[in-house]
Nanobody
Framework: VQLQASGGGLVQVGGSLRLSCAAS????????TAWFRQAPGKEREFVAF????????DYLDSVKGRFTISRDNTRNTVTLQMNTLKPEDTAVYSC???????????????????WGKGTQVTVSS
């Protein structure tokens, strides 16, 4: 499966952005998907997870209640709705997918076989 992330941009503190990850080559339904982000000078970190076939979701603690991951299997997309954005949310966001992800490993970027090119999110104060 190929992934293409989009929707990043510049937003003020407290604003919202909606990131999309368009999949092609195969239907995303059976894939577990995730969003990761990487800020300058920092390691890539897990942000949100959606288990394949309508399974569970999970989030980084600092984004719980502000970010929502969802999928549209008809449009073959995975979306990350980001609300109440903070300067510390500034990063390059990437989507990832894999057929099989062990729940306890959902945070690990090395568990994902497919990656989309990142999209920049900048939150200005």
């Amino acid at each position: 499966v190929q992934l293409q992330a989009s929707g990043g941009g510049l937003v003020q503190v407290g604003g919202s952005l909606r990131l999309s990850c368009a999949a092609s080559g195969n239907n995303i339904r059976g894939y577990s998907t995730a969003w990761f982000r990487q800020a300058p000078g920092k390691e890539r970190e897990f942000v949100a997870f959606s288990k394949g076939n309508g399974g569970s979701t999970d989030y980084l603690d600092s984004v719980k209640g502000r970010f929502t991951i969802s999928r549209d299997n008809t449009r073959n997309t995975v979306t990350l709705q980001m609300n109440t954005l903070k300067p510390e949310d500034t990063a390059v966001y990437s989507c990832a997918a894999s057929r099989t992800i062990i729940w306890s490993s959902r945070f690990r970027d090395d568990q994902y076989a497919y990656w989309g090119k990142g999209t920049q999110v900048t939150v200005s104060s």
